[in-house]
């Protein structure tokens, strides 16, 4: 399978319109983490998702894409990916995945992150924290490596170090984006043998770990979209796309391009704007 896909790389021109796109997402993630809160519905947090993506000219990514009839995803406790937005009223507590996708000229972006509301289990709050430090890390990884296997090898790095028996979700992975949502190149989020493809300028994908506090083994419920823990366990579910540049990696969908959370890692975006 590696090396063997037909992987679109992108010129700096297609890269800055994905930037667009990406910021677009950012500022979805920002008016809908202010939203979450107890007593809101997550259909009121996909109506947030739809006046940002509107106000900005853009087109989601996610509604009507295979059928999928909402915004964004907000995916719930033990549900890891995928939950529709509906009534389902948010609780105390709550570990709240939010998933979204925005195109602009064309060209997608895509991110999500995990926030747990008040009244929070500390444990929860850490398989959050950790999921994030996994995503840097694997981010961190294509500023260096040669071969895109070597995000799984850092994300597994991140779970082994934190002392935690975390499930790292496998049929879900990670993947390359640009002129569509969903494009070669897979991205592990675990070692194997195969090294993947080589990074290299033009390529644009998104890092999306997702871990468990249980087992890594997934089921779908009968709408055919939300993916929850078999065991019931909660989930996190953090992701941003990455452009690989001619000097550097840079954080598409992130304010500042990523540059905070790689410098701690020892690591400097280079912006192609």
């Known amino acids: ?46 109506g947030v998702a739809a006046q940002v993506i509107a106000d900005h000219g853009a087109t989601s990514s996610f509604l009507g894409y295979h059928g999928y009839p909402a915004t964004i995803c907000v995916s719930v406790n033990d ?11 948010l609780e105390p507590g709550d570990v709240v995945s939010v998933d979204c996708g925005a195109i602009v000229d064309g060209w ?88 993947g493809p080589r990074i290299k300028p033009g390529l644009c994908v998104a890092v999306e770990p997702m871990l468990t506090r249980g087992s890594r083994m997934t089921q779908v419920l009968e709408d055919d979209w939300t993916v929850v823990t078999a065991d019931g366990s909660r989930a ?3 992701e941003h796309t990455v452009a690989i540049g001619p000097q550097g990696i840079w954080v598409l969908t992130a304010a500042d391009g990523g540059a905070q959370a790689l410098a701690a890692l020892g690591v400097t975006v280079v912006p192609l704007d």
Do not use: C
């Open 108 to 195: 997608h972006g895509d991110a999500a992150f995990t926030t747990v509301l008040p009244e929070a289990d500390p444990a929860d709050v850490e398989l959050s924290d950790v999921t994030e430090r996994t995503m840097w890390a694997g981010i961190a990884a294509l500023a260096t490596a040669e071969r895109l296997g070597a995000v799984g090898e850092a994300v597994e790095d991140v779970v082994d170090a934190s002392g935690h028996e975390y499930g790292i979700v496998q049929e879900y992975v990670g993947h390359g984006i640009g002129s569509a949502m969903h494009q070669p190149p897979e991205v592990l989020n675990y070692r194997t043998r195969e090294k």
């Open 79 to 89: 549900e890891i990916v995928h939950g529709i937005p509906g009534d389902r009223v």
């Open 1 to 46: 399978m590696f090396g063997r896909e037909r992987i679109e790389y992108k010129t700096t021109e297609q890269i800055l319109v994905m930037r667009r796109a990406g910021l677009v997402v950012a500022q979805i993630h920002a008016a809908v983490r202010e939203s979450a809160r107890p007593g809101v519905t997550t259909g009121n947090l996909d």
């Open 236 to 238: 996190a579910h953090w």
